[in-house]
């Protein structure tokens, strides 16, 4: 069974870039959160995707938007980059209405924003 | 405003001997809660989880406390192992019931158990 995978790992961008992550959810999961976790900081919900829908979203301005795909993996898409939204974002997969317990984490993309 | 709070940033145990992460919530609509491990490098592991319709629950060397009137919880780690060095983070999120569940953390509490 393969876990949840991010890429690219690392990211370097300059202010006011546009930037797009990639998650591919573990096997049999149709949810994807996406969380941003700053230094020093717990990671914060930005939104989530289930059955290609958003399905709640975080106190985030629009500038970060998402899609997923009908695999299920799913994407962060990031416009007008700021500095502060240099952080560890990671995304969590689970299976519908399996319980809170049931998201499982990938490794996270680090992105810098110079 | 922070609605999960992790007051010790940091948390120094000899090996064998017991652990005590604590966490304080603000949030009346939270309901369940849950314990995850960060190792670097890696993402969050969950670890345990408690709902609010209990006091306790226990796998195996975790057990996590949890205190509805105080708005408090604790995970218990009996002994800490050297492996058990990491982040712990307290998350907790309205039970719905559905599919829809966003976690909120705290900011972490760094464990170190010594050999």
């Known amino acids: 069974e393969t876990g949840v995978t991010q890429s690219p790992t690392h990211l370097i961008k300059t202010r006011g870039q546009q930037v797009t992550l990639r998650c591919s959810s573990q096997s049999g999961h149709n949810t994807v959160s996406w969380y941003q976790q700053a230094l020093g900081q717990g990671p914060q919900f930005i939104f989530q995707?289930?059955?290609?829908?958003?399905?709640g979203r975080g106190n985030f301005p629009p500038r970060f938007s998402g899609l997923q795909f009908p695999n299920y993996s799913s994407e962060l898409n990031v416009n007008a980059l700021e500095l502060d939204d240099s952080a560890l974002y990671l995304c969590?997969?689970?299976?519908?209405?399996?319980?809170?317990?049931?998201?499982?984490f990938g490794p996270g993309t680090r992105l810098l924003v110079l | 405003d922070q609605q999960v709070k992790q007051n010790s940033p940091s948390l120094s145990v000899q090996e064998g001997r017991i652990s005590i992460l604590n966490c304080d919530y603000t949030n009346s609509m939270f309901d369940y809660f849950l314990w995850y491990k960060k190792y670097p490098a890696e993402g969050p592991t969950f670890l345990i989880s408690?709902?609010?319709?209990?006091d306790k629950n226990e796998d195996g060397r975790f057990t996590v406390f949890l205190n509805k009137s105080a708005k408090h919880l604790s995970l218990h780690i009996v002994p800490s192992q050297p492996g058990d060095s990491a982040v712990y983070f307290c998350a907790a999120t309205p039970n719905s019931g559905g599919s829809n569940y966003k976690l909120t953390f705290g900011k972490g509490t760094l464990l170190t158990v010594n050999p």
């Open positions: 995707y289930y059955r290609e829908e958003e399905n």
């Open positions: 969590a997969s689970s299976q519908g209405a399996s319980g809170p317990q049931a998201q499982y």
């Open positions: 408690i709902s609010s319709i209990k």
